[in-house]
């Protein structure tokens, strides 16, 4: 499976600019890319408290449906973080967006200390089928929790992203994390992340990485702007399996509803 990162430096509370370039990217993709994944709330950048109710969409709002033209026109998945306005309330959102419309979206469930005042938090993990993969999504600080990506596992996941925009002098705490979340897992783990500044002197750490299911980094971004194409060996996932499986085998499962929804979708509602 071949995966693009667009590790790219987008600009906060500017939609049409980090529009513009999300289209240029999606355009651009070789013929045999199958995913391209962007940065945490990419679309938007971080709103403050006074700016995000000036940038939020809904999910059919015009951003949404921009890109996703250009994901039918590519015939081509995208993975993309944004500012999502329902019901009032304002979240943190990633979307799996398919040729077919939106076929997963995570609402970011552990706010960092520019999230609070802003966003409210998710309620759920979420996963969905793609491409013979069950796909899930995490968003930055969330992979701290090794809780997160374990109630993503009990969900059966093969294939975890997580949409980052890890700042200075973080990198390193998401660099371990997302090998140790890939390897007590047993799943592929993808994480892209922002570079550049952004509002308030913060400097972004790039750092995008692919992890196998042994817990291997297999690619790793430096903190300039890049497309990074890497190959997924789905192969993979069998050996690392193989022998033993830590979701078999472990003595506590966490609590929570398990929802089966008609079109392959599961979440797990957080108790």
């Known amino acids: 499976m071949k995966v693009e990162f667009a590790q790219l ?15 240029e990217v999606i355009a651009s993709c070789a013929a045999d ?15 403050s408290a006074e700016h995000v109710a000036l940038v939020a969409e809904p999910l059919d709002g015009p ?37 077919q419309g939106i076929a997963l979206r995570y609402r970011k469930t552990h706010l960092w200390a520019s999230d609070r005042g802003v966003f409210s938090p998710g309620d759920r993990y979420s996963t969905a089928e793609w491409n013979g993969l ?14 997160t990506a374990r109630a993503l596992a009990q969900l059966g996941v093969d294939l975890l992203i997580v949409t980052n925009g890890n700042m200075d002098p ?14 007590e897992n047993q799943a592929f783990a993808l994480m892209v992340n922002r570079v550049g500044e952004g509002d ?3 400097v972004f750490a ?21 497309r990074l194409t890497v190959e997924l060996d789905l192969t993979q996932l069998t050996a690392a399996r193989r022998d033993y499986r830590y979701l ?14 008609g079109d392959g979708r599961r979440d797990l509602l957080i108790p």
């Open 9 to 23: 430096a987008g600009r906060d509370a500017d939609t049409a600019y980090n529009l513009q370039r999300t289209l």
């Open 33 to 47: 890319t199958q995913l391209i994944v962007f940065p945490e709330t990419h679309l938007m950048g971080f709103p």
């Open 63 to 99: 951003s949404i449906q921009a890109v996703q033209c250009a994901v039918r026109e590519r015939n081509v998945a995208v993975v993309i973080g944004m500012a999502e306005l329902d019901g009032g309330r304002y979240y943190n959102t990633t979307l799996l967006m398919t040729p």
């Open 134 to 147: 069950r796909v899930g999504l995490l968003i930055c600080y969330d992979i701290e929790f090794p809780e």
């Open 170 to 183: 973080y990198g390193p705490t998401h660099r371990t994390a997302i090998m140790a979340r890939a390897q």
């Open 200 to 202: 308030g002197g913060l």
């Open 206 to 226: 790039g750092g995008s990485a692919l992890v196998n299911p042994f817990g291997a980094l297999l690619n790793e971004a430096g903190r300039n702007e890049c």
């Open 248 to 261: 078999d085998e472990q003595r506590l499962r966490l609590p929570g509803e398990v929802i089966e929804h």
